[in-house]
């Protein structure tokens, strides 16, 4: 969440949301902003609203069932922060048309962040090479970040449209 920088005023898009735990610990943060998350599973996008029913109900969180090819950039606003956690989507094959959409939602200064955790520090090397080279290959600018978490090493990529 240090990583995100989250802002009061932010608009943001979570891809592949789970359960909301991380929609919880950012709209904490909203004051007059604003957090979509999005998920393919229904019985995830149930648990986040449930899980984050004050926020809902506030207007600062809404959560949705789709999967992030599926939108409609024309239907939604443009987002500050676009992120994901853990969705192996953009890592294990290029993405070319999900990062396009995902260019078109950014707002003009919009960050894309993508973060992933592997219980086995070995693996961390080659999913952050494989992220490296898709989102590069998508015509994106990116920052690696690395930290230790406990037994998990967390990679993330802050990323910005070239």
């Known amino acids: ?22 929609a919880a610990l ?9 957090y979509l998350g999005i998920d393919r ?6 648990a986040s609203a449930v899980r984050n029913r004050e926020h809902v109900e506030r207007g600062t969180a809404g959560f949705e069932q789709q999967a992030l090819a599926d939108i409609d ?15 192996n989507l953009f890592w294990t094959r290029p ?3 999900e990062l396009a959409l995902v ?6 200064h919009g960050q894309l962040h993508l973060f992933y955790d592997s219980p086995r520090p070995a693996g961390t090397p080659r999913v952050a090479d494989l992220l490296a080279e898709h989102i590069d290959r998508a015509g994106y600018a990116f920052t690696l970040v690395t930290a230790t978490l406990g037994q998990s090493t967390v990679t993330g990529l802050s990323c910005r449209p070239r």
């Open 1 to 22: 969440m240090d990583q995100l920088a989250v802002g009061e005023a932010d608009r943001i898009l979570e891809i592949g949301g789970g359960r909301g735990v991380a």
């Open 26 to 34: 950012i709209c904490a943060r909203l004051i007059r902003g604003s």
């Open 41 to 46: 599973s229904a019985t995830a996008v149930r």
């Open 73 to 87: 950039p024309t239907e939604l606003p443009k987002f500050d922060k676009v992120f994901a956690i853990n969705v």
């Open 95 to 97: 993405a070319e048309r």
């Open 103 to 108: 260019r078109q939602l950014l707002s003009e």
